[in-house]
Each structure stands twice: as C-alpha cells, then as structure tokens.
C-alpha cells in the first residue's frame, strides 16, 4: 500500500485573533491511503509557528516517511515521537484501513473510526463556545451569538488589551452567575510573570473556571509558582508542545503540578500521546480536557470521536469546524452546547 500526501491551505470567514497574532489561514497536510476497496484518509495538522514538528524540512519528512512507511513495523510510532503531528495523521488512516475490513465506509472524510453512540448520531459532546481577539464590539458579537446558541460555557482569548478584555468578562458576570455561565480564557502565554500574578486574582474574583497558559511555556519554575499560589484554577497547553517522551510528561507534571492540563492530539503526537498525557495527569490527581487545533473537518472528526470514548463530562474544545470558508464536508454539526455526528 502506497500513502500519499498533499499541502492544504484553509481559509478563515473571518480574521481571528489570538495573542501570537491574527489568523488568517491555517496549512495543513492530508494524507491519502488506498487499498483494493476504498481511500482512507488523515490529516497531519502541523501549525506552523507552533507545532514542535515545524521544521524547514518538514515536507521532505513527510514525502520520506510515505514512500519509506512500512506497515509492519511495531515501532513506527516511537520511532516518529519527534514528529507529533505526523504520528496523528498516520494514525488516522491506519485506524480507517483497519476498521474498514469491519465497518465499511463510502465516505472518506467521515469515516467511522470509533463506533459509539455518537457515530450513532445519539449522543453528542459537550463543547465550550470560543470567543476570538478583537475590538469590543466583535467580541461582544460572538459571545451574544454563543449565548443565543444556549452554550453554557465560553472561552475568550485574551491577553491583547487586558482592561477591556477585563470589562467584558465583568458585564458578563453582572448578567450570568457561575451556575449559569462558566467562563474559560486562554492567554497563550501573554502575560509576564508579575502580571500573570495579579491577573490571576482579578479573574478569581469574576469566578471564572480557568485560564490557560498564563505565561509564556518553558518558564517552568515561574509556573509551578503560579499554580501552587493560584486562586484561579491554571490549564497548560504550549508547556505540553514539544514533550515527546513519557518520563518527561510525568516529570514536568510533577514539577509544575497545574490544575488542568490541555490536550491537542495534532500538537501531542495523536491519540496515543495524548493518551500517555492523560495516564501522566491522572496518576498525580490532574484533570484534563480536549482542544482541536484548527485541523480541517478531517482531523477534527478523527479528534471527536476518540473524545467521546473517554467519557469526560466537561465543556471540550471541539468548536472549530464552522472557522473556514474552505473546509471539507463533514458529519460533525454543532446543536446548542453539543457537538455531533450526524
């Protein structure tokens, strides 16, 4: 069997914001398998300026590893724990080739990786709205919007302009409980040390459930600080990219001891990185939760259906499929607070 692969560029509606800058397009790669009955496909979500695999080469890599791969291998996987998101899309069309002989599928931008009741179409996941950088008034269009959706928790970025952002969450809390709204933000490392500090009281005042990445990954010491004086629960996700090994993640857990964790499958090495992520938490009383990472329709059904196997009740961060102008069909539909395969 042959796997093939391509470049694909997606298009956001909108310019979305985020402290790293404004997002405009998002590359990705599609991997494309064959066999004698129908085409299995997989999406390699590198994110360029982020990803740990984002290296210049990075496409030889790829072109390499498709002509070279060799399916019997058992250690490919250890063998690509440099390469996380490579690891995800091979993944993927390894998982569809295989369920395929038990399950077939015509449609190979949905297909039926994990059967449950979602893929039943009879029970969704629970989902936080995302809420985008931008003047007050964007803002406060998307929250209105996700409100109006009856979505129970929303996430803003935020760390561009701290005193409206501030504001924002301000109004929202006169008008919505914690009972009634849950409220998540994500810095993306925005903050200094000492700001991040006095941030973190401010937010706990506003009751709000989470912040993610507070300061910038690899301050290790600084962090552990924050998560063992915090008032405000801290989620890490940047601090997860680029620990590819096991005894690795359990040693940063172990030093920083933070609330929550993030996962994102195409940043972390797939289904089995983050598996060995939520085995590192769970062991030292950590809680977790799972993001996309603007992959296409492709990569985040693959995502959604692996989530819901875990059963985890709280809101995931699986809301990005309605971002581009340009993406595949999919079966995922978002109904209220739920995401869906239908």
Not at 128 to 142: E, T
Request: aromatic share 10%; glycine share 6%; with cysteine.
């Amino acid at each position: 069997m042959q796997i093939h692969h391509k470049s694909f560029l997606l298009h956001f509606k909108n310019p979305s914001g985020t402290s790293r800058g404004v997002l405009t397009h998002k590359e990705t790669f599609i991997l494309s398998l064959e066999d004698k009955h129908q085409k299995h496909l997989g999406e390699c979500g590198l994110f360029r300026g982020l990803s740990a695999d984002d290296h210049p080469d990075y496409e030889q890599k790829l072109r390499t590893i498709c002509t070279e791969f060799d399916f019997s291998n058992p250690n490919w996987w250890q063998e690509l724990r440099e390469y996380p998101s490579i690891q995800f899309g091979l993944e993927q069309i390894r998982k569809a080739h295989e369920i395929s002989k038990i399950h077939p599928s015509n449609d190979p931008y949905n297909p039926i990786l994990f059967p449950s009741d979602f893929t039943k179409g009879e029970k969704g996941i629970p989902i936080n709205g995302l809420i985008w950088m931008g003047n007050i008034d964007f803002m406060k269009s998307q929250i209105k919007e996700k409100l109006d959706q009856n979505f129970h928790c929303i996430k803003l970025k935020i760390g561009v302009n701290w005193a409206e952002e501030k504001e924002i969450l301000k109004n929202l809390r006169k008008e919505f409980s914690k009972e009634d709204l849950e409220l998540r933000v994500d810095a993306n490392g925005a903050f200094s040390f000492e700001d991040a500090k006095a941030v973190l009281h401010e937010l706990a005042d506003l009751h709000v459930h989470s912040i993610e990445q507070p300061i910038k990954a690899r301050q290790t010491e600084e962090m552990a600080e924050l998560c063992a004086q915090t008032p405000t629960p801290i989620a890490l996700d940047e601090e997860l990219i680029g620990v590819f090994y096991e005894k690795d993640k359990y040693e940063l857990l172990r030093k920083i001891k933070p609330q929550y964790i993030i996962l994102k499958p195409s940043l972390v090495g797939g289904w089995k990185g983050s598996e060995e992520w939520i085995e590192a938490a769970e062991n030292q009383n950590i809680n977790w939760w799972i993001t996309s990472a603007l992959e296409s329709n492709l990569g985040l059904n693959a995502i959604a259906q692996w989530t819901f196997g875990w059963n985890n009740s709280m809101p995931q961060g699986l809301g990005t499929g309605g971002l581009f102008i340009n993406n595949f069909h999919s079966r995922l539909k978002v109904v209220g607070d739920n995401l869906f395969f239908l």
